[in-house]
């Protein structure tokens, strides 16, 4: 089993930037994937960001691109999402994922965090 909780959301100015974290718990990490994808009310669940165990592969959504930057602490289970110039549309409920293989389908990553609200406001 995997535990994933993350944390670091909020409410923030257009423009602005916000830092999430998500900590990893009860298993080895080793060559796992992992993901954040957001969902807003009333959609589906987004891929953002994933990035693979040694950081040598990172994707992102088009819509983050050049804004969001994803990274990895293996020495403290734990992986970030750098937001940066936030948009009204960024706002969601962010959830980071872990799975084995890269990829931007939800349905591909076995474990979940409970999710943390960013909103963004104009």
């Known amino acids: 089993q995997v535990q994933l909780v993350e944390s670091g959301g909020g409410l923030v100015q257009a423009g602005g930037s916000l830092r999430l974290s998500c900590a990893a718990s009860?298993?080895?990490?080793?060559?796992?994937?992992m993901g954040w994808f957001r969902q807003a009310p009333g959609k589906e669940r987004d891929f953002v960001a994933a990035?693979?165990?040694?950081?040598?592969?990172?994707r992102y959504a088009d819509s983050v691109k050049g804004r969001f930057t994803i990274s990895r602490d293996n020495a403290k289970n734990t992986v970030d999402l750098q937001m940066n110039s936030l948009k009204p549309e960024d706002t969601a409920v962010y959830y980071c994922?872990?799975?084995?293989?890269?990829?931007?389908?939800?349905?591909?990553?076995?474990?979940w965090g409970q999710g943390t609200q960013v909103t963004v406001s104009s």
């Open positions: 009860g298993r080895t990490f080793r060559n796992l994937i």
């Open positions: 990035i693979s165990w040694t950081g040598g592969y990172t």
């Open positions: 994922a872990t799975g084995l293989n890269p990829s931007e389908w939800a349905t591909r990553y076995d474990y």
